[in-house]
């Protein structure tokens, strides 16, 4: 019994930090948590909640040798 409710909690308590750390690394990308990417975005990772981290798409710009 007390290897269940020692089990229990540490999983109660791992749960929330897990999650953060999901959340935590799209906005590093400098993305955001939503159920669905717009047509300008890319889906780039998971968030927590069954959410989904998307991205702006960056346009490529001309560089000076493509004239």
Do not use: H, T
């Not at 953060?20 to 975005?41: I, M, Q, T």
């Amino acid at each position: 019994m007390k290897k269940l409710l020692f089990l229990f909690a540490s999983l109660f308590f791992l749960a929330p930090a897990e999650n953060a750390f999901f959340d935590d690394k799209c906005y590093k990308l400098k993305g955001r948590c939503v159920p669905s990417c717009r047509k300008n975005e890319e889906f780039v990772a998971l968030c927590q909640k069954a959410l989904k981290c998307c991205v702006i798409i960056q346009p490529c710009g001309k560089n000076e040798y493509n004239l």
